[in-house]
């Protein structure tokens, strides 16, 4: 089973530019997460979606935007990138917004902004 | 605020054992969850705590102190695979984790 796939593998993008990181996964999961981790830093929440339409905020949300439309599909929007989103970003799901629910992680997207 | 400590790195020898410290302070308690993430890859799932005490895992356990928001990860027998970055993350209140920059283990022949 492909479990979360996310694309693109990695990405250098030119300041001002707008981007839109893929994340899909293929577990029936409600709940979705998008996570920046930096270099001596934690994994940090962006935005979250407990169950297909809604969506939520995390610690770190300016500059990024997101949507659920449909279980699967949780694609991230940076709309005018700058060079303090570059990081590696990751995509994770599990089965419900509650306590014990571990989160499955996708492979992660490398963004470079210059 | 909230705030997740573990060290930064960690050196073992193979076929030894290694304990990784973990303390937190959250606004709530969830559940701790410890998370395994070699460089390059996702992090993947070791274990989960939400009462006190020590969950076994073959090779890998985990114990749990509420009352002393002080958790660690034992790892036995270590292989030179179990070279990794270990992260520490707390299930708030809000049913988010609050995750630790992670602790790099290094293990030596």
């Known amino acids: 089973t492909a479990g979360i796939t996310q694309a693109p593998t990695s990405q250098i993008l030119a300041a001002g530019r707008s981007m839109t990181l893929r994340c899909t996964q293929d577990m029936r999961h409600n709940a979705m997460y998008w996570y920046r981790q930096d270099l001596g830093l934690g994994l940090r929440l962006i935005h979250y979606s407990n169950t297909a339409g809604t969506t939520g905020k995390g610690e770190v949300p300016d500059g990024y935007s997101v949507s659920r439309a449909n279980t699967d599909d949780f694609p991230l929007t940076l709309a005018s990138a700058v060079p303090s989103q570059t990081s590696v970003y990751f995509c994770a799901s599990s089965g419900t917004g509650g306590s014990y629910n571990e989160q499955f992680f996708g492979p992660g997207t490398r963004l470079t902004v210059l | 605020g909230q705030n997740i400590d573990q060290p930064t790195e960690m050196t073992a020898t193979e076929g030894a054992i290694v304990q990784i410290n973990c303390t937190y302070q959250?606004?709530?308690?969830?559940?701790l969850f410890w998370y395994q993430q070699h460089a390059g890859e996702a992090p993947t799932f070791l274990s989960y705590?939400?009462l006190d005490g020590l969950e076994e895992k073959g090779r890998f356990s985990s114990f749990l102190s509420r009352s002393k928001g002080y958790s660690y990860l034992l790892l036995k027998e270590l292989q030179m695979k179990d070279s990794a970055s270990y992260l520490c993350a707390v299930m708030d209140s809000n049913y988010q984790l609050i995750w630790g920059a992670g602790t790099k283990l290094i293990i030596k022949p």
């Open positions: 959250t606004s709530g308690f969830n559940g």
């Open positions: 705590n939400v």
